[in-house]
């Protein structure tokens, strides 16, 4: 079952339930996906394009948190957290610090890389191969301390 289909079905699943926080924020995620899907006018999304969108709304989320929090707007950030809470249901879990760190030391290698000017090709080749497994902001600080402050 792809993932725009799961979302589908659990929506319905929410909708039966009458869990209307996990229904809304199920029906912002196969909106999103749906968008995505008449770009092309195509009946299903491949995995990977789906987990894209998924990590676009991800970030959304996460900059959202940061900014009701920042203006003390406690029950925006919690409903935020709440959807935050369930897109990451159906994403594939980000590989963690060390594992972060050994793909950055492979692609440093790889470019040749030896200063902080060259950050941009550490990036380039990390998130051309791992794009959607690993966090860029991690590899971006990963890849400042190897290369040097």
């Given at each position: 079952m792809s993932i725009v289909q799961d979302v589908s079905?659990?929506?319905?699943?929410?909708m039966k339930a009458k869990d209307r926080a996990r229904t809304n924020a199920?029906?912002?995620?196969?909106?999103a996906l749906l968008n995505e899907m008449k770009k092309d006018n195509s009946e299903d999304l491949p995995d990977e394009t789906s987990i894209a969108v998924l990590r676009r709304l991800e970030k959304q989320r996460g900059e959202s948190i940061e900014a009701f929090d920042k203006a003390g707007r406690t029950e925006q950030a919690d409903?935020?957290?709440a959807e935050l809470a369930v897109i990451q249901e159906f994403l594939p879990q980000l590989a963690d610090e060390a594992a972060t760190r050994t793909?950055?030391?492979g692609a440093i290698a790889q470019t040749g890389a030896s200063?902080?000017?060259e950050l941009?090709?550490?990036m380039g080749a990390v998130m051309k191969d791992h794009k959607g497994e690993v966090d860029g902001n991690l590899v971006r600080q990963i890849a400042g301390?190897?290369?040097g402050d």
């Open positions: 079905q659990q929506m319905k699943e929410a199920l029906r912002g995620m196969r909106s409903a935020e957290r793909i950055v030391e200063s902080k000017k941009g090709k550490v301390e190897l290369l």
